[in-house]
Protein backbone atom coordinates (compact mmCIF):
# COMPACT_ATOMS: atom_id res chain seq x y z
CA UNK A 1 0.00 0.00 0.00
CA UNK A 2 1.58 2.93 -1.11
CA UNK A 3 0.95 6.37 0.74
CA UNK A 4 -0.84 8.30 -2.64
CA UNK A 5 -3.88 5.59 -1.76
CA UNK A 6 -7.17 5.70 -0.90
CA UNK A 7 -6.81 2.43 1.24
CA UNK A 8 -3.76 4.73 2.69
CA UNK A 9 -5.59 7.87 3.34
CA UNK A 10 -9.02 7.09 4.66
CA UNK A 11 -8.32 3.65 6.62
CA UNK A 12 -4.33 2.93 7.60
CA UNK A 13 -3.20 6.44 8.07
CA UNK A 14 -6.46 7.37 10.62
CA UNK A 15 -6.39 4.01 12.30
CA UNK A 16 -2.49 4.30 13.26
CA UNK A 17 -2.93 7.63 14.35
CA UNK A 18 -6.21 7.04 16.51
CA UNK A 19 -4.26 4.07 18.38
CA UNK A 20 -1.23 5.69 18.54
CA UNK A 21 -2.16 8.72 20.82
CA UNK A 22 -4.90 6.72 22.36
CA UNK A 23 -1.71 4.20 23.60
CA UNK A 24 0.40 7.59 24.69
CA UNK A 25 -2.91 9.73 26.43
CA UNK A 26 -2.77 6.81 28.77
CA UNK A 27 0.95 6.96 29.38
CA UNK A 28 2.06 4.11 27.15
CA UNK A 29 4.89 4.80 25.06
CA UNK A 30 6.47 1.52 25.13
CA UNK A 31 3.17 0.38 23.38
CA UNK A 32 2.70 3.06 21.33
CA UNK A 33 6.45 2.59 19.94
CA UNK A 34 5.26 -0.97 19.27
CA UNK A 35 1.85 -0.44 17.39
CA UNK A 36 4.13 1.75 14.74
CA UNK A 37 6.43 -1.15 14.72
CA UNK A 38 3.91 -3.37 14.22
CA UNK A 39 1.23 -0.77 11.70
CA UNK A 40 4.95 -0.88 9.50
CA UNK A 41 5.71 -4.59 9.43
CA UNK A 42 1.83 -4.91 8.31
CA UNK A 43 2.19 -2.30 5.71
CA UNK A 44 5.60 -3.63 4.00
CA UNK A 45 4.17 -6.98 4.22
CA UNK A 46 1.08 -6.03 1.97
CA UNK A 47 3.57 -5.53 -0.23
CA UNK A 48 4.40 -8.82 -0.19
CA UNK A 49 4.50 -11.27 2.45
CA UNK A 50 7.78 -12.75 1.63
CA UNK A 51 9.34 -9.55 2.22
CA UNK A 52 8.72 -9.80 5.93
CA UNK A 53 11.05 -13.13 5.86
CA UNK A 54 13.49 -11.14 4.20
CA UNK A 55 14.08 -8.36 6.30
CA UNK A 56 13.21 -10.09 9.25
CA UNK A 57 16.89 -12.06 8.81
CA UNK A 58 18.34 -9.16 8.01
CA UNK A 59 17.26 -7.55 11.37
CA UNK A 60 18.26 -10.76 13.45
CA UNK A 61 21.07 -10.97 11.75
CA UNK A 62 22.24 -6.99 12.51
CA UNK A 63 20.90 -7.32 16.07
CA UNK A 64 23.06 -10.42 17.00
CA UNK A 65 26.12 -8.64 15.58
CA UNK A 66 24.95 -6.16 18.15
CA UNK A 67 24.77 -8.16 20.78
CA UNK A 68 28.42 -9.84 19.65
CA UNK A 69 29.73 -6.35 20.13
CA UNK A 70 28.20 -6.05 23.51
CA UNK A 71 29.65 -8.76 24.91
CA UNK A 72 32.94 -8.13 23.11
CA UNK A 73 33.30 -4.64 24.97
CA UNK A 74 31.65 -4.97 27.80
CA UNK A 75 32.66 -8.81 29.36
CA UNK A 76 36.28 -7.24 29.55
CA UNK A 77 35.48 -3.85 30.95
CA UNK A 78 37.63 -2.43 33.59
CA UNK A 79 38.16 0.19 35.72
CA UNK A 80 41.75 2.36 36.78
CA UNK A 81 41.18 3.51 40.48
CA UNK A 82 43.53 6.31 40.88
CA UNK A 83 44.88 7.41 44.17
CA UNK A 84 46.39 10.56 45.15
CA UNK A 85 47.95 12.12 47.79
CA UNK A 86 47.51 15.38 49.24
CA UNK A 87 50.76 16.99 47.10
CA UNK A 88 48.80 15.97 43.94
CA UNK A 89 51.11 12.96 43.44
CA UNK A 90 50.05 9.53 42.36
CA UNK A 91 50.14 7.06 45.06
CA UNK A 92 48.70 4.11 43.93
CA UNK A 93 47.14 2.83 41.00
CA UNK A 94 44.58 -0.25 40.94
CA UNK A 95 43.32 -2.09 38.24
CA UNK A 96 39.78 -3.68 38.64
CA UNK A 97 37.19 -5.88 36.75
CA UNK A 98 34.39 -3.67 37.62
CA UNK A 99 33.96 0.06 38.27
CA UNK A 100 34.93 0.88 42.16
CA UNK A 101 32.45 3.89 41.75
CA UNK A 102 34.98 6.37 42.71
CA UNK A 103 35.15 9.95 41.18
CA UNK A 104 38.67 8.94 40.08
CA UNK A 105 37.44 6.04 37.55
CA UNK A 106 38.10 5.84 34.59
CA UNK A 107 36.34 3.08 32.27
CA UNK A 108 38.01 1.48 30.13
CA UNK A 109 36.31 -0.93 27.46
CA UNK A 110 38.39 -3.36 24.95
CA UNK A 111 38.72 -2.46 21.77
CA UNK A 112 36.57 -4.53 19.34
CA UNK A 113 37.74 -6.76 16.48
CA UNK A 114 36.90 -4.49 13.32
CA UNK A 115 36.46 -8.41 11.82
CA UNK A 116 33.01 -8.37 13.34
CA UNK A 117 31.30 -5.02 12.10
CA UNK A 118 33.18 -5.65 8.80
CA UNK A 119 31.28 -9.45 9.09
CA UNK A 120 27.80 -7.93 9.36
CA UNK A 121 28.64 -5.50 6.47
CA UNK A 122 29.54 -7.77 3.83
CA UNK A 123 26.66 -9.76 5.01
CA UNK A 124 23.94 -6.92 4.33
CA UNK A 125 25.87 -5.96 0.95
CA UNK A 126 25.75 -9.40 0.19
CA UNK A 127 22.10 -9.89 0.54
CA UNK A 128 21.54 -6.80 -1.04
CA UNK A 129 23.95 -7.76 -4.46
CA UNK A 130 22.04 -10.94 -4.41
CA UNK A 131 18.48 -9.62 -5.21
CA UNK A 132 19.68 -6.37 -6.77
CA UNK A 133 22.77 -7.20 -8.83
CA UNK A 134 23.17 -10.48 -9.14
CA UNK A 135 21.33 -10.71 -12.69
CA UNK A 136 23.36 -7.40 -13.70
CA UNK A 137 26.41 -9.30 -13.16
CA UNK A 138 25.08 -12.80 -14.92
CA UNK A 139 24.27 -10.34 -18.09
CA UNK A 140 27.74 -9.04 -17.89
CA UNK A 141 29.48 -11.93 -17.63
CA UNK A 142 27.67 -13.49 -20.71
CA UNK A 143 28.72 -10.71 -22.25
CA UNK A 144 32.08 -10.75 -22.29
CA UNK A 145 32.75 -14.55 -22.25
CA UNK A 146 30.27 -15.24 -24.81
CA UNK A 147 28.54 -17.61 -22.15
CA UNK A 148 24.16 -18.37 -21.76
CA UNK A 149 24.09 -18.10 -18.23
CA UNK A 150 20.55 -16.77 -16.78
CA UNK A 151 19.33 -15.96 -13.61
CA UNK A 152 16.65 -14.77 -12.12
CA UNK A 153 15.79 -13.38 -8.63
CA UNK A 154 12.91 -14.46 -7.26
CA UNK A 155 11.56 -10.94 -6.18
CA UNK A 156 13.44 -7.91 -5.32
CA UNK A 157 11.93 -6.29 -1.78
CA UNK A 158 10.69 -2.63 -2.08
CA UNK A 159 13.53 -0.52 -0.47
CA UNK A 160 16.37 -3.20 0.22
CA UNK A 161 18.38 -0.06 -0.36
CA UNK A 162 17.08 1.79 1.52
CA UNK A 163 17.23 -0.69 4.92
CA UNK A 164 20.42 -2.03 4.48
CA UNK A 165 21.65 1.37 4.20
CA UNK A 166 20.10 1.87 7.70
CA UNK A 167 21.50 -1.92 8.99
CA UNK A 168 24.68 -0.95 7.88
CA UNK A 169 24.39 2.23 9.88
CA UNK A 170 23.57 0.62 12.87
CA UNK A 171 26.62 -1.66 13.38
CA UNK A 172 29.46 0.94 12.21
CA UNK A 173 27.33 2.65 15.08
CA UNK A 174 27.29 0.52 17.41
CA UNK A 175 31.49 -0.80 16.62
CA UNK A 176 32.14 2.91 16.84
CA UNK A 177 30.14 3.34 20.28
CA UNK A 178 28.05 6.16 18.74
CA UNK A 179 24.69 4.34 19.92
CA UNK A 180 24.33 1.52 22.99
CA UNK A 181 23.01 -2.09 22.22
CA UNK A 182 19.95 -0.80 21.90
CA UNK A 183 16.44 -3.28 22.93
CA UNK A 184 15.12 -4.61 20.23
CA UNK A 185 11.81 -2.73 19.78
CA UNK A 186 13.67 -0.11 19.82
CA UNK A 187 16.09 -1.04 17.19
CA UNK A 188 12.59 -2.59 14.89
CA UNK A 189 11.41 0.61 15.53
CA UNK A 190 14.25 1.81 13.83
CA UNK A 191 14.06 -0.15 10.88
CA UNK A 192 10.37 -0.85 10.35
CA UNK A 193 9.58 2.62 10.34
CA UNK A 194 7.25 2.98 7.92
CA UNK A 195 7.54 6.63 6.68
CA UNK A 196 11.34 5.45 6.17
CA UNK A 197 11.33 1.79 5.24
CA UNK A 198 10.57 2.12 1.29
CA UNK A 199 12.11 4.92 0.67
CA UNK A 200 14.32 7.06 3.10
CA UNK A 201 15.44 9.15 3.92
CA UNK A 202 18.36 7.25 5.12
CA UNK A 203 18.23 8.15 8.63
CA UNK A 204 21.11 7.39 11.74
CA UNK A 205 19.39 5.10 14.30
CA UNK A 206 20.59 7.97 17.33
CA UNK A 207 18.13 10.76 15.25
CA UNK A 208 15.14 7.84 15.74
CA UNK A 209 15.82 6.07 18.35
CA UNK A 210 16.58 8.82 20.95
CA UNK A 211 13.06 10.71 20.27
CA UNK A 212 11.09 7.77 21.36
CA UNK A 213 12.34 8.08 24.65
CA UNK A 214 10.53 10.77 26.09
CA UNK A 215 6.67 10.22 26.20
CA UNK A 216 5.42 14.21 26.56
CA UNK A 217 7.41 15.02 23.29
CA UNK A 218 5.41 12.12 21.46
CA UNK A 219 1.89 13.35 22.94
CA UNK A 220 -0.25 14.86 20.50
CA UNK A 221 0.66 18.28 19.37
CA UNK A 222 -2.10 20.27 17.83
CA UNK A 223 -0.03 22.90 16.07
CA UNK A 224 2.43 20.29 14.88
CA UNK A 225 -0.20 18.23 13.75
CA UNK A 226 -1.45 20.74 11.22
CA UNK A 227 1.98 21.82 10.66
CA UNK A 228 2.31 17.58 9.50
CA UNK A 229 -1.01 17.39 7.74
CA UNK A 230 0.81 20.82 5.77
CA UNK A 231 3.28 18.25 4.77
CA UNK A 232 0.96 15.30 3.31
CA UNK A 233 -1.08 17.64 1.57
CA UNK A 234 2.20 19.77 -0.26
CA UNK A 235 3.65 16.11 -1.03
CA UNK A 236 0.84 14.38 -2.09
CA UNK A 237 -0.05 17.07 -4.51
CA UNK A 238 3.82 17.08 -5.55
CA UNK A 239 3.40 13.13 -6.66
CA UNK A 240 -0.02 13.10 -7.80
CA UNK A 241 -0.73 16.31 -9.84
CA UNK A 242 2.91 17.18 -10.75
CA UNK A 243 5.04 14.12 -10.89
CA UNK A 244 2.66 11.52 -12.09
CA UNK A 245 1.39 14.49 -14.55
CA UNK A 246 5.51 14.79 -16.35
CA UNK A 247 5.63 11.25 -16.55
CA UNK A 248 3.35 11.15 -19.48
CA UNK A 249 6.07 13.02 -21.29
CA UNK A 250 8.67 11.26 -19.52
CA UNK A 251 7.16 7.56 -20.60
CA UNK A 252 6.38 8.97 -24.16
CA UNK A 253 10.15 10.37 -25.23
CA UNK A 254 11.86 8.10 -24.39
CA UNK A 255 9.87 5.08 -25.80
CA UNK A 256 10.29 7.17 -28.93
CA UNK A 257 14.08 7.69 -28.09
CA UNK A 258 15.90 6.98 -31.79
CA UNK A 259 12.84 9.60 -33.84
CA UNK A 260 12.97 12.19 -31.53
CA UNK A 261 14.21 15.58 -32.93
CA UNK A 262 16.70 18.42 -30.52
CA UNK A 263 14.09 20.16 -29.19
CA UNK A 264 12.28 17.03 -27.61
CA UNK A 265 15.44 16.05 -26.23
CA UNK A 266 15.79 19.07 -24.68
CA UNK A 267 12.18 18.95 -23.24
CA UNK A 268 13.23 14.90 -22.31
CA UNK A 269 15.56 16.06 -20.27
CA UNK A 270 13.87 18.80 -18.32
CA UNK A 271 10.88 16.81 -17.74
CA UNK A 272 12.91 13.92 -16.31
CA UNK A 273 14.73 15.90 -14.25
CA UNK A 274 11.35 17.42 -12.56
CA UNK A 275 9.59 14.13 -12.90
CA UNK A 276 11.86 12.65 -10.76
CA UNK A 277 12.36 15.56 -8.88
CA UNK A 278 8.93 15.73 -7.62
CA UNK A 279 8.02 12.11 -7.21
CA UNK A 280 10.73 11.67 -4.49
CA UNK A 281 10.67 15.16 -2.82
CA UNK A 282 6.63 14.36 -3.01
CA UNK A 283 7.56 11.23 -0.68
CA UNK A 284 9.53 12.80 1.54
CA UNK A 285 7.46 15.32 2.40
CA UNK A 286 4.57 12.97 2.72
CA UNK A 287 6.86 10.65 5.05
CA UNK A 288 7.87 13.66 6.97
CA UNK A 289 4.47 15.13 7.58
CA UNK A 290 3.23 11.41 8.91
CA UNK A 291 6.33 11.78 11.12
CA UNK A 292 5.44 15.16 12.61
CA UNK A 293 1.90 13.89 13.03
CA UNK A 294 3.47 11.16 15.30
CA UNK A 295 6.20 13.34 17.40
CA UNK A 296 8.92 12.25 15.15
CA UNK A 297 11.10 14.54 13.11
CA UNK A 298 12.86 13.00 10.18
CA UNK A 299 16.26 14.41 8.64
CA UNK A 300 15.55 16.41 6.05
CA UNK A 301 16.22 14.83 2.38
CA UNK A 302 15.93 18.10 0.04
CA UNK A 303 16.58 21.46 0.58
CA UNK A 304 15.26 23.37 -2.67
CA UNK A 305 18.18 21.38 -4.85
CA UNK A 306 17.40 23.70 -8.31
CA UNK A 307 18.41 26.76 -6.17
CA UNK A 308 22.20 25.68 -6.34
CA UNK A 309 24.82 27.33 -8.29
CA UNK A 310 27.02 24.72 -8.65
CA UNK A 311 26.92 20.78 -9.18
CA UNK A 312 28.34 20.13 -6.22
CA UNK A 313 26.19 22.53 -4.18
CA UNK A 314 23.45 20.10 -5.97
CA UNK A 315 24.33 17.28 -4.39
CA UNK A 316 24.84 18.41 -1.11
CA UNK A 317 20.83 19.80 -1.29
CA UNK A 318 19.54 16.46 -3.25
CA UNK A 319 19.08 13.56 -0.78
CA UNK A 320 20.60 14.86 1.42
CA UNK A 321 20.76 11.82 3.53
CA UNK A 322 22.23 9.38 0.66
CA UNK A 323 25.08 11.75 0.35
CA UNK A 324 25.74 12.52 4.23
CA UNK A 325 25.88 8.45 4.53
CA UNK A 326 28.19 8.12 1.97
CA UNK A 327 30.20 10.65 3.20
CA UNK A 328 30.10 9.49 6.60
CA UNK A 329 31.17 6.05 6.08
CA UNK A 330 33.14 5.89 2.95
CA UNK A 331 34.43 9.03 1.74
CA UNK A 332 36.19 10.21 5.38
CA UNK A 333 37.37 6.26 6.19
CA UNK A 334 38.97 7.02 2.48
CA UNK A 335 40.49 10.43 3.62
CA UNK A 336 38.24 12.57 2.33
CA UNK A 337 40.11 15.51 1.04
CA UNK A 338 42.62 15.42 3.30
CA UNK A 339 45.36 13.47 1.48
CA UNK A 340 46.08 15.84 -1.78
CA UNK A 341 43.98 16.77 -5.05
CA UNK A 342 44.65 12.67 -6.70
CA UNK A 343 43.14 11.03 -4.11
CA UNK A 344 40.23 13.59 -3.37
CA UNK A 345 39.49 13.00 -7.11
CA UNK A 346 39.29 9.38 -6.46
CA UNK A 347 37.68 9.17 -3.55
CA UNK A 348 35.16 11.82 -4.89
CA UNK A 349 34.68 8.90 -8.13
CA UNK A 350 34.41 6.40 -5.58
CA UNK A 351 31.39 7.92 -3.90
CA UNK A 352 29.73 8.49 -6.79
CA UNK A 353 30.28 5.20 -8.87
CA UNK A 354 28.44 3.87 -5.63
CA UNK A 355 25.59 6.19 -5.75
CA UNK A 356 25.12 5.14 -9.48
CA UNK A 357 25.14 1.77 -8.66
CA UNK A 358 22.75 2.03 -5.37
CA UNK A 359 20.47 3.59 -7.58
CA UNK A 360 20.13 0.84 -10.31
CA UNK A 361 21.33 -2.05 -11.54
CA UNK A 362 22.86 -0.85 -14.87
CA UNK A 363 25.37 0.63 -16.87
CA UNK A 364 23.69 3.56 -17.26
CA UNK A 365 23.29 4.33 -13.69
CA UNK A 366 27.09 3.86 -12.94
CA UNK A 367 27.70 6.11 -16.13
CA UNK A 368 25.35 8.55 -14.98
CA UNK A 369 27.20 9.04 -11.16
CA UNK A 370 30.38 8.68 -12.92
CA UNK A 371 29.35 11.97 -15.05
CA UNK A 372 27.63 13.66 -12.21
CA UNK A 373 31.29 12.85 -9.95
CA UNK A 374 33.34 14.75 -13.04
CA UNK A 375 30.76 17.84 -12.33
CA UNK A 376 31.76 17.88 -9.20
CA UNK A 377 34.99 17.56 -9.42
CA UNK A 378 35.36 20.48 -11.64
CA UNK A 379 33.41 22.54 -9.36
CA UNK A 380 35.79 21.09 -6.21
CA UNK A 381 38.79 22.49 -7.83
CA UNK A 382 36.92 25.69 -10.15
CA UNK A 383 35.51 28.32 -7.65
CA UNK A 384 33.50 29.87 -10.88
CA UNK A 385 32.37 33.12 -9.12
CA UNK A 386 32.82 34.76 -12.91
CA UNK A 387 29.18 34.71 -13.60
CA UNK A 388 25.99 35.68 -12.12
CA UNK A 389 24.49 33.45 -9.56
CA UNK A 390 20.94 33.35 -11.67
CA UNK A 391 22.75 32.13 -15.04
CA UNK A 392 25.10 29.83 -12.97
CA UNK A 393 21.59 27.98 -11.52
CA UNK A 394 20.37 27.73 -14.81
CA UNK A 395 23.45 26.18 -15.92
CA UNK A 396 23.48 23.48 -13.28
CA UNK A 397 20.23 22.42 -13.57
CA UNK A 398 20.76 21.96 -17.49
CA UNK A 399 24.00 19.95 -16.74
CA UNK A 400 21.70 17.96 -14.00
CA UNK A 401 18.46 17.79 -16.82
CA UNK A 402 21.43 16.42 -19.24
CA UNK A 403 22.71 14.09 -16.77
CA UNK A 404 19.69 11.80 -15.70
CA UNK A 405 18.89 11.31 -19.80
CA UNK A 406 21.83 8.66 -18.88
CA UNK A 407 19.53 7.80 -15.84
CA UNK A 408 16.22 7.18 -17.27
CA UNK A 409 17.30 5.69 -20.68
CA UNK A 410 16.90 1.55 -21.26
CA UNK A 411 20.47 1.52 -22.18
CA UNK A 412 23.69 3.69 -23.13
CA UNK A 413 23.37 3.18 -27.09
CA UNK A 414 19.77 4.67 -26.23
CA UNK A 415 20.81 7.83 -23.86
CA UNK A 416 24.08 8.26 -26.86
CA UNK A 417 21.17 8.82 -29.35
CA UNK A 418 19.47 11.04 -27.11
CA UNK A 419 22.52 13.14 -26.05
CA UNK A 420 24.17 13.08 -29.90
CA UNK A 421 20.86 14.85 -30.83
CA UNK A 422 21.69 18.00 -29.15
CA UNK A 423 25.25 18.14 -30.85
CA UNK A 424 23.19 19.15 -34.30
CA UNK A 425 19.93 20.67 -34.59
CA UNK A 426 16.97 18.51 -35.88
CA UNK A 427 13.13 18.87 -35.99
CA UNK A 428 11.22 16.82 -38.05
CA UNK A 429 8.00 18.15 -35.87
CA UNK A 430 8.10 15.20 -33.03
CA UNK A 431 7.31 17.87 -30.18
CA UNK A 432 3.52 18.35 -31.19
CA UNK A 433 3.68 14.38 -30.70
CA UNK A 434 4.95 14.68 -27.81
CA UNK A 435 2.71 17.21 -26.18
CA UNK A 436 -0.27 15.66 -27.27
CA UNK A 437 0.39 12.59 -24.38
CA UNK A 438 -0.09 15.39 -22.16
CA UNK A 439 -4.04 14.49 -22.00
CA UNK A 440 -5.02 15.32 -18.26
CA UNK A 441 -8.97 14.67 -16.56
CA UNK A 442 -8.70 18.47 -14.89
CA UNK A 443 -8.38 19.77 -18.56
CA UNK A 444 -10.99 17.07 -20.30
CA UNK A 445 -14.21 19.88 -20.92
CA UNK A 446 -11.08 22.63 -22.53
CA UNK A 447 -9.56 19.66 -24.66
CA UNK A 448 -12.87 18.73 -25.83
CA UNK A 449 -14.04 22.29 -26.55
CA UNK A 450 -10.81 22.79 -28.86
CA UNK A 451 -11.84 19.91 -30.49
CA UNK A 452 -15.21 20.93 -31.52
CA UNK A 453 -14.52 24.27 -32.06
CA UNK A 454 -10.81 24.66 -33.28
CA UNK A 455 -10.09 21.18 -34.77
CA UNK A 456 -7.02 23.12 -36.30
CA UNK A 457 -5.42 24.26 -32.93
CA UNK A 458 -5.29 20.98 -31.55
CA UNK A 459 -1.55 20.88 -31.85
CA UNK A 460 -1.12 24.34 -30.35
CA UNK A 461 -3.25 23.67 -27.58
CA UNK A 462 -0.99 20.74 -26.33
CA UNK A 463 1.84 22.12 -26.89
CA UNK A 464 1.25 25.28 -25.09
CA UNK A 465 -0.59 22.88 -22.23
CA UNK A 466 3.13 21.09 -22.10
CA UNK A 467 4.79 24.44 -21.76
CA UNK A 468 2.46 25.89 -18.79
CA UNK A 469 2.97 22.35 -17.24
CA UNK A 470 6.72 22.80 -17.25
CA UNK A 471 6.65 26.05 -17.05
CA UNK A 472 4.96 26.48 -13.55
CA UNK A 473 7.20 23.15 -12.21
CA UNK A 474 9.94 25.61 -13.45
CA UNK A 475 8.22 28.53 -11.26
CA UNK A 476 8.10 26.45 -7.96
CA UNK A 477 11.70 25.65 -7.79
CA UNK A 478 12.37 28.96 -7.17
CA UNK A 479 9.55 29.14 -4.36
CA UNK A 480 9.83 27.79 -0.57
CA UNK A 481 10.02 24.35 -0.31
CA UNK A 482 7.70 22.28 1.99
CA UNK A 483 9.24 22.77 4.93
CA UNK A 484 9.59 26.23 4.53
CA UNK A 485 5.93 26.86 3.86
CA UNK A 486 4.43 24.17 6.93
CA UNK A 487 7.16 26.46 9.59
CA UNK A 488 5.63 29.81 8.45
CA UNK A 489 2.11 28.90 8.05
CA UNK A 490 0.08 30.88 10.12
CA UNK A 491 -3.13 29.02 9.26
CA UNK A 492 -5.17 31.93 8.48
CA UNK A 493 -8.66 31.12 7.05
CA UNK A 494 -7.58 31.95 3.25
CA UNK A 495 -4.28 29.17 3.80
CA UNK A 496 -6.75 26.48 5.03
CA UNK A 497 -8.92 26.86 2.35
CA UNK A 498 -5.84 27.08 -0.63
CA UNK A 499 -4.55 23.41 1.57
CA UNK A 500 -7.98 22.19 1.00
CA UNK A 501 -8.26 22.70 -1.75
CA UNK A 502 -4.94 21.06 -2.72
CA UNK A 503 -6.22 18.12 -0.88
CA UNK A 504 -9.02 17.79 -2.67
CA UNK A 505 -7.40 17.89 -6.31
CA UNK A 506 -4.88 15.48 -5.16
CA UNK A 507 -7.56 13.00 -3.66
CA UNK A 508 -9.33 13.07 -7.08
CA UNK A 509 -6.75 12.25 -8.94
CA UNK A 510 -5.86 8.82 -6.96
CA UNK A 511 -8.07 6.89 -9.44
CA UNK A 512 -5.02 6.35 -11.71
CA UNK A 513 -2.61 5.35 -8.74
CA UNK A 514 0.95 5.11 -10.01
CA UNK A 515 4.02 3.76 -7.89
CA UNK A 516 7.24 5.89 -6.76
CA UNK A 517 9.82 5.83 -8.94
CA UNK A 518 12.45 5.14 -6.08
CA UNK A 519 10.78 2.04 -5.14
CA UNK A 520 12.63 0.71 -7.28
CA UNK A 521 15.61 1.43 -5.90
Known amino acids: ?35 ITAMSAVLYGMFNYKYLVIIGISMAVTYLFSYIIEKKSGDSSKSISIEKESGGSFKSISIEKESSGSSNSISIKKKVSPLIPAVAVL ?29 TAFLLPVGISFYTFSQIAFVIDRYRGEIPHYDFLSYAFYILYFPKIMQGPI ?27 ILFIIGLAKKVLLADTIALIVTYTYSQAYYLDTLCVIVAGIATALNIYFDFSGYCDMADGISQMLGITLPQNFNSPFKASTVQELWQRWHMTLSRFLTKYIYFPLGGSRKGAARTIINILIIFFI ?7 GWTYVVWGLVNGILVIFDHFHKHKLLPVKIRQVLTFLFFS ?7 ASDLTTAGVMIGKLSFFTYPGFLYRTAANLTLSETYVLEEAVQLFAPNML ?39 ALSVLACLSILSLSNVQTFVYFTF
Open 1 to 35: MVFNSFGFIFIFMPLLLAGYNLLLHFGYRRLAILF
Open 459 to 497: NIYYFVLMMIVIAFSLFLMTRQNAREIAAKTTFKTWQIV
Open 123 to 151: FHVAVLGYFKYTGFLVDNINSIFKTDYTF
Open 402 to 408: FSVIIFQ
Open 203 to 229: AFPKEIIDQTRDIESLRFDADRFGRGI
Open 355 to 361: SGLWHGA
